[in-house]
C-alpha cells in the first residue's frame, strides 16, 4: 500500500510522462479516480479479458468508466457459458452500438434446453468478426502436436460408495431447492474425489464456528451451529474412519486416487512432470498428504496453487518448477488459479483429478506450451463425477457456431 501511494505521488506519474501504465484489476477499483480524472488514456488494453463476462460485475463497471478512444480485449475464451457473456465483451468495446442488444442475445439461447437461434447467432458471428483477430495454437506455434486426451472412468471404493449412499439417502428424503440440491451435489462430489474431504470440510465448518460462537459468546439470538451439536456414536465412528486415513489406507480409500498413484508411478518413472488440478482446495489438502507421503515435503516433492497463494510465493514457485535440472515432479493446482497466465512450460502431462461443471475452466487450465501434451481426466464411473455431461456438448457446440461458424 505504502509503496502504491508513492508511485502515484510521483509528479511524473500525475503528469502523464509515462507512455505505459501497467496495473492490476483490484488496483483500478482502490485506485478508480486516478484512471478516471487524471488524465486521459488513449488506448487501454485489458488481459485476461473473460474477467469482464459480467457486466454488471465491479470490475466492469470501473473499466468501463476510464475513457480511452481505443479498447482493446485479449482473451482466450469469448465464449464460454451463453451469448451474454459475448454480448458483455462486444458491449465494452462498442457500448453505443451493443446497449439495446442485451436481451436479444439472452434470448438467443438456452443451454438447458438445447436451443439457438441461428439467426441471432449468425449476426452475432457476423459482428464478432469484425472485432475479433482470433488466432488458435496451430497458427502461431506450428511445432505443437496435437494433445492427447484420455478419459479415466474410474469405480468408486467401498468407503467410496458407503458415503455416497449415506448423504445420497440422507438428503433424498427431503425436498429441496435449487440451492439446496447444489450443495449435496458438491458434497458428493468430495465423496467421488475422495471421502476424507468430507471430514475436512466438517473441520473447517467447525472452526469457523467455533469462532462465530466465541464472538457471540452470550447472546441468546444466536444459535448454536448444527455442526456444533452433539453427534451420534454412528457419526463419530465414520468420522473415526476418515481420520485414521494415512498413508496406503489414504490412496485405497478412493478409487481415484488409486488410479492415479499408479499413473503417476509411470509417468515419473520416464521422466514426466505434472500438473494435477482439481477445483476443490479440499480435495487439494488431500492430495497434499499424498504427495507429502509418496514424494516428500511440500517444496521438495511438489508445489501448490490455490486462490490463498499469494503473488509473490506463485512466482517463486513457478520459477522452482521451471528452473533448469528441477527435480519437483508435481505441481498441484486449483483449476481456476491455474487458468490465469501461469507458465508451467517444463510439465508435459497434465491430470484433471476432477471436471468442473463449466469446461472452458479446465480448457483454459490446460494451456501448456511444450511440444506434446498428455491430459488424463478422471471421472468417477456410475455417478456425478462426470462434470457436464450434455451440458458440456451443448457449450462447446454453442461455441463453435458463434467462434467458427459450423
Not at 489414504?250 to 509417468?267: E, F, H, M, P
Request: with cysteine; net charge positive; glycine share 8%.
Amino acid at each position: 500500500m505504502a509503496e502504491r501511494d508513492r508511485i502515484l505521488s510521483m509528479p511524473e506519474v500525475l503528469r502523464g510522462e509515462y507512455d505505459v501504465y501497467l496495473t492490476t484489476y483490484e488496483t483500478v477499483m482502490s485506485e478508480e479516480a486516478f484512471f478516471t480524472e487524471t488524465f486521459l488514456f488513449h488506448t487501454i488494453t485489458i488481459d485476461e479479458g473473460h474477467r469482464l463476462k459480467n457486466d454488471a460485475a465491479k470490475l466492469s463497471e470501473s473499466l468501463a468508466r476510464i475513457s480511452a478512444p481505443f479498447r482493446l480485449i485479449l482473451t482466450g475464451t469469448p465464449l464460454q457459458n451463453n451469448l451474454n457473456e459475448l454480448w458483455s465483451l462486444m458491449y465494452y468495446i462498442l457500448p453505443a452500438a451493443l446497449a439495446g442488444c442485451k436481451e436479444t442475445f439472452n434470448a438467443a439461447c438456452s443451454l438447458t434446453e438445447g436451443q439457438l437461434d441461428r439467426k441471432v447467432v449468425d449476426e452475432a458471428r457476423a459482428l464478432l468478426e469484425t472485432l475479433m483477430i482470433r488466432r488458435v495454437k496451430s497458427q502461431v506455434e506450428h511445432s505443437l502436436k496435437p494433445k492427447l486426451q484420455f478419459v479415466l472412468k474410474v469405480p468408486l471404493s467401498g468407503l467410496q460408495r458407503r458415503w455416497y449412499r449415506h448423504i445420497y439417502e440422507k438428503e433424498a428424503t427431503t425436498l429441496m431447492s435449487v440451492c439446496q440440491m447444489m450443495a449435496t451435489m458438491s458434497q458428493l462430489q468430495k465423496v467421488i474425489n475422495h471421502p476424507k474431504g468430507i471430514l475436512l470440510s466438517l473441520e473447517r465448518q467447525r472452526k469457523e464456528a467455533r469462532s462465530l460462537a466465541k464472538r457471540a459468546e452470550g447472546s441468546e439470538f444466536i444459535q448454536l451451529p448444527e455442526c456444533l451439536r452433539e453427534q451420534s456414536e454412528e457419526d463419530k465412528k465414520r468420522e473415526a474412519e476418515l481420520a485414521a486415513l494415512s498413508g496406503e489406507s489414504l490412496v485405497q480409500a478412493s478409487g481415484k486416487l488409486q488410479v492415479l498413484d499408479r499413473l503417476l508411478t509411470r509417468v515419473l518413472s520416464e521422466g514426466s512432470r505434472v500438473l494435477l488440478f482439481s477445483q476443490w482446495t479440499l480435495t487439494l489438502d488431500v492430495l497434499c498428504e499424498y504427495c507429502t507421503a509418496r514424494f516428500g515435503p511440500e517444496g521438495v516433492g511438489y508445489l501448490r496453487l490455490d486462490g490463498a497463494t499469494n503473488r509473490i510465493k506463485r512466482e517463486m514457485d513457478v520459477r522452482a518448477f521451471n528452473a533448469a535440472g528441477s527435480q519437483i515432479p508435481v505441481y498441484l493446482i486449483s483449476t481456476k488459479a491455474g487458468g490465469m497466465g501461469i507458465n508451467l512450460a517444463s510439465a508435459d502431462v497434465v491430470v484433471l483429478y476432477d471436471t468442473c461443471w463449466n469446461p472452458q475452466v479446465d480448457l483454459q487450465a490446460q494451456v501448456v506450451p511444450v511440444p506434446r501434451v498428455r491430459s488424463f481426466r478422471g471421472i468417477g464411473a456410475g455417478s456425478g463425477g462426470g462434470g457436464g455431461g450434455r451440458g458440456e456438448v451443448r457449450r462447446a457446440g454453442m461455441r463453435m457456431c458463434v467462434c467458427v461458424g459450423v
